[in-house]
T-cell receptor, first 116, second 112 residues
Framework: DSGVTQTPKHLITATGQRVTLRCSPRSGDLSVYWYQQSLDQGLQFLIHYYNGEERAKGNILERFSAQQFPDLHSELNLSSLELGDSALYFC???????????????FGEGSRLTVL | LAKTTQPISMDSYEGQEVNITCSHNNIATNDYITWYQQFPSQGPRFIIQGYKTKVTNEVASLFIPADRKSSTLSLPRVSLSDTAVYYCLVGENTGGGNKLTFGTGTQLKVEL
């Protein structure tokens, strides 16, 4: 158990819909990272939040947005869903970072999104 | 952009030592090199992290040459349970944030 909690574990929805994925980082971790992993693909970095502020963006679609709340949990919002958005979405947390050594990332078990 | 290159796949047998090399030619001065292991439908799990020379923990060793343009993860005496995808990760500092981009990973298959 990494200490990172993601909900829901599984989600099935239809094209055009909107979903919210939730992540609770490990106690004390200020950084939250979101990743997308499609079938047969590697981990695609989406976005990094540190203590409530967006710090780095990857190839995150405009239909996707995220935020980190004062209690440090984070949500990833996916809207106007398309078939290609079907994937495993992972959240990871770490203690740092403010641009310094990231240290170990602790990953949750992921949220599997299926868009029909 | 700190990009990593790894072999797509490797095969080994139980009890052998496995070395997986990752190339990261554009690594920045402040970047650390981290390796993760991932089983199907699970989140990646941290294996080891280093900056230069050699780092060893209870499960692996990490060798980093002086120029830091590559690194080698060494798994001693692998077992069937080590069959997984191994990712090399080099952090990219974007001025206050970390764009931690994983490479394509190396699928290690361990057989009897």
């Amino acid at each position: 158990d990494s200490g990172v909690t993601q909900t829901p574990k599984h989600l099935i929805t239809a094209t055009g819909q909107r979903v919210t994925l939730r992540c609770s980082p490990r106690s004390g971790d200020l950084s939250v990272y979101w990743y997308q992993q499609s079938l047969d693909q590697g981990l695609q970095f989406l976005i990094h939040y540190y203590n409530g502020e967006e710090r780095a963006k990857g190839n995150i679609l405009e239909r996707f947005s995220a935020q980190q709340f004062p209690d440090l949990h984070s949500e990833l919002n996916l809207s106007s869903l398309e078939l290609g958005d079907s994937a495993l979405y992972f959240c990871a947390s770490s203690v740092s970072n403010m641009g310094e050594r990231t240290g170990e990332l602790f990953f949750g078990e992921g949220s599997r999104l299926t868009v029909l | 952009l700190a990009k990593t290159t790894q072999p797509i796949s490797m095969d080994s047998y139980e009890g052998q030592e496995v070395n997986i090399t990752c190339s990261h030619n554009n690594i920045a001065t402040n970047d650390y090199i981290t390796w993760y292991q991932q089983f199907p439908s699970q989140g990646p799990r941290f294996i080891i992290q280093g900056y230069k020379t050699k780092v060893t923990n209870e499960v692996a060793s990490l060798f980093i040459p002086a120029d830091r343009k590559s690194s080698t993860l060494s798994l001693p005496r692998v077992s069937l349970s080590d069959t997984a995808v191994y990712y090399c990760l080099v952090g990219e500092n974007t001025g206050g944030g970390n764009k931690l981009t994983f490479g394509t990973g190396t699928q290690l298959k361990v057989e009897l």
